[in-house]
């Protein structure tokens, strides 16, 4: 039976974090209080797999990419003997919310544990700290890191390609004149112009 004991079943209540019990028939059998709070999904919305697939992932393209890739995960765990690698999906709640989650599960005896954690904030994080990396903060424009990454890529795909390309460097004379008599904002607006 893949529902353990009365102990497992209150730590299996009490984890913060979301968790849902699957056959391997892919029956749900159990998700937790955390499970219905994130997603807003419980078990009268979710019998089996089928109905998770429908309702977590809307776009059908990008639905049949999930379920290749959880069961790619799946077999590859019992294959191996080990737990279902983590994976970041966006999974579409309740209310309408999407959310990227990482999903990784353990195999038990005639099914699996799916956990569940929320990377929404972190990645939000990491592509703000990107975006910070490769543009001004003042002028919202490219910098010169991104410049070189871009330009360096240009030169890759033009030597791959075997193909010709042009990269011009504008020189903007008496540049820092001008930020010193009239300010770095006229300099901003100026570089912002051009």
């Excluded at 003997?81 to 989650?101: F, H």
């Excluded at 005639?110 to 490769?134: C, H, S």
């Excluded at 193909?163 to 903007?172: C, K, Q, S, T, W």
């Excluded at 004149?177 to 006229?186: E, I, K, R, S, V």
Aim: glycine share 6%; hydrophobic share 45%.
């Amino acid at each position: 039976n893949i529902i353990p004991n009365d102990s497992f079943l209150e730590l299996f209540i009490a984890v913060p974090m979301p968790l849902c019990l699957v056959s391997d028939t892919g029956d749900f059998l159990k998700v937790n209080k955390r499970f219905i709070d994130v997603f807003g999904y419980d078990m009268h919305d979710l019998q089996t797999l089928d109905d998770w697939w429908l309702l977590a992932y809307p776009d059908p393209t990008y639905r049949q990419w999930v379920i290749a890739t959880w069961d790619i995960a799946v077999q590859a765990a019992e294959i191996e003997g080990r737990d279902i690698t983590a994976q970041e999906y966006l999974v579409s709640c309740k209310n309408g919310t999407v959310l990227e989650m990482e999903i990784s599960g353990a195999k038990l005896m005639n099914g699996y544990l799916a956990t569940f954690i929320d990377v929404t904030k972190r990645n939000t994080a990491q592509r703000e700290l990107n975006r910070i990396a490769m543009m001004d903060n003042l002028t919202k424009l490219p910098n010169r890191m991104y410049i070189e990454s871009l330009r360096d890529r240009f030169l890759a795909k033009l030597k791959r390609d075997q193909g010709f390309g042009a990269y011009m460097v504008i020189d903007l004379d008496h540049f820092k004149q001008l930020n010193d008599t009239h300010g770095h904002c006229a300099g901003d607006l100026l570089l912002f112009e051009v």
